[in-house]
């Protein structure tokens, strides 16, 4: 499928957020903190899941979210997993990708995790993308946004105000957001350095635990940030992960020291199969830089995983340049073998509906679905298909029951938008758009969509319905107001 959701992301007030807790070099091995209920003084667990929420509201409004669902589904797998064997987890996680070809990674409140396309194209493997992913939870299960909140307010409340302002303001307006924030944070980073270098030990630390009991190798976490620091040693700019996450020498070595004592433990042989599809796909489909030659390397290469990565990159590359015909050839020994392989799945999609292969491209998601009825790839690919076919009502059909379950899917409600239009039901057309807007924070237009469902629709139990979603999403819009 190629949705992207396209907006424009506010880097600076992202990376503020997570300076919170890392914003310092490494410094001599300390005792771990008991964390218990710590930073319960400035926000408590549901104010911080309330706040989360807001903050991912207004980051789907203005950053370049990935709606892919094969992506997304191949990320929530790894993090989930990671997340599985983590401590203190106190709230379920969501990880997402913004289309930036930057090298990045950032947390904040609530357990949410964005994931630049750029760091995937640089990790060499799955354990490298593992790591920073690992040392992300890391962060969040320890709360060490709202731990530095809590040791500056004890310093200076009135500093935690003024930086909370800036950062909010960044993720509207960067030039402006940096500007009031660059005010704020030199009063308080001297402070607020030595507290802040317990935090980048400590995820360090959980992060390589929590990488090693999910069965990933922990030396792709000193590898990977190793390789960074020499890559980018003497240049002016360096990725923004590098001025959030600072890499000295005696950090990296600790790092390295750990998992190789950790590594003795680990079954090095793993299937990265799906690591080296998704790394394709994000080269040829979002950050187009695609290499016909390299690819062509590839497909030669001693190790299936890779081979066949290629050919499948290559497969999408022709897709994308309206060579379906060709697009299937390339494809074809990759989705025989693995038909239910949601990689070759979802591209297959794609060939088939471009060639106008309705009934075909609909016979072929049926029998997937019945055998992965909760499988969201199957799932949104099936709901397009039945719309670009014609079909309103079987994607109506199969997004009713999808969003009970995937309530924040941005991409659902597109496709309901597009089949609610095709069956020419006006208020189910707006209601759908209303949750959208609600889902990026614009309460307002979501509100006005309501109305417009509620004039639109002569059922007088819909219309109460319709009236209390109302009534829900002004008291939404009140409290998001509250917090600002």
Known sequence: MLYTIKARLAPVSLALLLAFGSTGANAQQTRLPEIGTAGGSVMSIEREQAVGDMYM????ASAPIVGDPVLEAYLHDVGTRLVRNANDVRFPFKFFWVNQDQINAFAFFGGHIGINTGLLAETRNESELASVIAHEIAHVSQRHIVRNMEAMERSSSLS????????????????????????????????????TRLFEQEADRIGLSILVNTGFDPMGAPDFFGRLAEKYRYVSKPPEMLLTHPLSESRIADTRLRAEQ??????????????????????VRHLRNYNAEAARRDMTSDNPAIANAARYGLAIALLDSDQADAAERTLAPLYQREPLNTFYLDVQTDILLAQQRY??????????????????????????????????KLAIQLLRDYLVRNSDSTLAYSLMIDAQRGLGNTSGMHEANAELMALYGQFDRAIDHLHNAHTHNDNRLEQRR???????LMAKKREVEAMR
């Open 262 to 283: 950790l590594r003795q433990n680990v079954n090095l042989n793993r299937d990265e199969s799906a690591f080296w599809l998704a790394k394709y796909r994000v080269q």
């Open 57 to 60: 509201r207004q980051i789907r």
């Open 466 to 472: 319709i009236q209390a979603r109302i009534e829900q």
């Open 359 to 392: 009934d075909e491209v609909l016979s072929m998601l049926e029998f997937a679905y019945k055998r992965m009825p909760n499988e969201q790839t199957v799932t949104l690919n099936y709901a397009n298909a039945a719309v670009k076919a014609g079909q309103p």
């Open 160 to 195: 935690i105000i003024s930086l909370l302002g800036a950062i909010l303001v960044g993720i509207a307006n960067p030039e402006a957001g940096i500007a009031a924030a660059q005010a704020s944070v030199a009063g308080m980073q001297q402070r607020s350095i030595n507290y």
